[in-house]
């Protein structure tokens, strides 16, 4: 009798140590639960949406809490799965600006990374003519000068324009052949002569390189083919010609007006033997420009390698005023480009041989 008692109440006691362990554990895991930082909850309260709450959840914990801590981050899934997201964020960039960054260069990326924020660098990749290596200098004479359109500032700094005349002048390079820039930043050496110069004859007696030469009598020979006369009245000029006509002309104007008309030494495109000042049956080549001569050289030149060096509405980046007369040799698919798109030969170098 007392045996069973006893049973039964061995029997009760494990029953009841049973329901209250079950009730700790149970207890356990909800105030754990409570007390859980990561829930849903939490993150929605801050603003975060389900794939973003979703997206945190499977962070670590230090990165939760780091989140937790902080303000709601936008797009925050970005700043954990794009490269460089949370840097360009910190500059200043958008989220907007950021997606088109993303679709640049990596060079161009690094650069803006080490830069603050540049509000312009789309205006200035939206123009054709951009040169990356240029972009600090642009950015400096748009700040210089803030009513210019970009596409100037661009127009100028491609064509070293930001510098002043006759500063930062840098060795021509002659290994461009037919293409080679000569102007008021880029000079020839005192020593240099083209090889193989020879005689325009019967259109003169001047000289160039050989292969401009021959173009040129063709040219002339087309011209007189169509009842035109062109003659190549200065060619070829040594440094110390330049040197010594534009000293001649100093003794007359002062340097300002000479350097509107005439090159410095080393920088006249007429010692490399590829230009040519022509003129009609009238040797003034002043008067050029009024002769029937001229409307048929701007129409033919091209077709002949020949383009109008220093064109009219083009003095600010040639350099030089307006010459109807002075034709350079850049060879015919140079001289088709630049004829059809109206760009000048300093800026067709710069933007394609150069940069
Ligand atoms: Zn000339």
Redesign the pocket.
């Known amino acids: 009798m007392v045996k069973k008692k006893k049973r039964k109440l061995k029997i009760r006691n494990i029953i009841m140590m049973f329901i209250f362990l079950s009730l700790i554990i149970v207890g356990i895991f909800y105030l754990k639960e409570y007390l859980n930082p990561y829930k849903i909850e939490n993150f929605s309260e801050m603003g975060y949406q389900t794939d973003e709450i979703t997206f945190i959840l499977s962070l670590s914990d230090e990165e939760k809490d780091i989140i937790l801590n902080q303000e709601k981050i936008e797009n925050i899934i970005k700043h954990y799965t794009i490269e460089n997201y949370t840097e360009f964020i910190q500059i200043g960039y958008s989220d907007s600006e950021i997606t088109q960054i993303l679709d640049l260069d990596q060079t161009i990326q690094e650069y803006l990374l080490a830069q603050p924020y540049m509000k312009d660098i789309f205006n200035w990749l939206r123009i054709d003519n951009f040169i990356f290596n240029n972009i600090d200098r642009y950015q400096a004479y748009q700040e210089k000068y803030p009513k210019l359109l970009f596409e100037e500032v661009l127009e100028k700094v491609n064509t070293n324009r930001d510098f002043p005349y006759y500063s930062n002048i840098q060795s021509s390079d002659t290994s461009l052949g037919n293409l080679v820039l000569v102007n008021k930043y880029y000079a020839l050496s005192e020593d240099y002569t083209p090889s193989d110069l020879i005689s325009v004859s019967p259109y003169g007696s001047v000289k160039m390189v050989r292969e401009a030469a021959e173009a040129f009598i063709e040219l002339c020979d087309h011209a007189k083919e169509d009842g035109y006369t062109i003659k190549g009245i ?1 060619g070829y000029r040594s440094y110390q010609t330049q040197y010594n006509l534009y000293n001649r002309y100093l003794q007359k104007d002062p340097q300002s007006i000479v350097d509107t008309y005439s090159a410095r030494a080393g920088h ?3 010692q490399t033997g590829l ?3 022509v003129s009609s049956n009238n040797p003034d080549i002043l008067t050029f420009e009024m002769s029937s001569s001229f409307k048929w050289m701007k129409d033919h030149a091209h077709l002949y390698g020949f383009i109008l ?1 220093f064109e009219k509405g083009k003095e600010d980046i040639t350099g030089y005023k307006y ?1 109807p ?2 034709y350079r040799y850049v060879g015919k698919e140079i001289a088709t480009l630049l004829y059809q798109t109206g760009l000048t030969f300093d800026e067709y170098v710069a933007i394609n041989l150069m940069n």
Do not use: G, N
């Open positions: 200065s006249s495109e007429h230009a040519i000042d060096r010459e007369w002075h």
